[in-house]
Nanobody, 119 residues
Framework: QAQLVESGGGLVQAGDSLRISCAAS????????MGWFRQAPGKERERVGT????????AVVDSVKGRFTISRDNFKNMVYLQMNSLKPEDTAVYYC????????????WGQGTQVIVSS
C-alpha cells in the first residue's frame, strides 16, 4: 500500500531554518510529481510547491519564494522541504502528496507534520 510519512516538524523561532522530510513506501516516488502543502489554523490548505519526477521544481507559492526549496532523492524515495527565514505566518501542518504528472489530482497524502514558528 502506498504511503507517505512526513517528519521533522517542530517548534522554531522566527528566522530559523528547518527541513522537513517525506518518506515514501509501497510506491516508487520517482514515478510521481510530489507536492508540499500546508494548512494553517482556520485557513484552507494551500500548495507550497511541486517538484517533478526528475527533480525540477514546477511551482512554489509566492509567499515562500526565495525562502523555501523542494528537493528529492529518488534513490532514497524521499522528498524534502527546506525552509529558511521562517516567519510566524509559516506556522501550519505541512503535508506531502503524490500525483501522476499527467493528472492534477494528488492521490496519496501523508498525515502531516506540525511546524510552529514563534515570534
Amino acid at each position: 500500500q502506498a504511503q507517505l510519512v512526513e517528519s521533522g516538524g517542530g517548534l522554531v523561532q522566527a528566522g530559523d531554518s528547518l527541513r522537513i522530510s517525506c518518506a515514501a513506501s509501497g510506491m516508487s516516488a520517482s514515478r510521481y510529481a510530489m507536492g508540499w502543502f500546508r494548512q494553517a489554523p482556520g485557513k484552507e490548505r494551500e500548495r507550497v510547491g511541486t517538484i517533478n519526477e526528475s527533480g525540477s521544481i514546477i511551482a512554489v507559492v509566492d509567499s515562500v519564494k526565495g525562502r523555501f526549496t523542494i528537493s528529492r532523492d529518488n534513490f532514497k524515495n524521499m522528498v524534502y522541504l527546506q525552509m529558511n527565514s521562517l516567519k510566524p505566518e509559516d506556522t501550519a501542518v505541512y503535508y506531502c502528496a503524490a500525483r501522476v504528472s499527467s493528472r492534477s489530482t494528488y492521490h496519496v497524502w501523508g498525515q502531516g507534520t506540525q511546524v510552529i514558528v514563534s515570534s
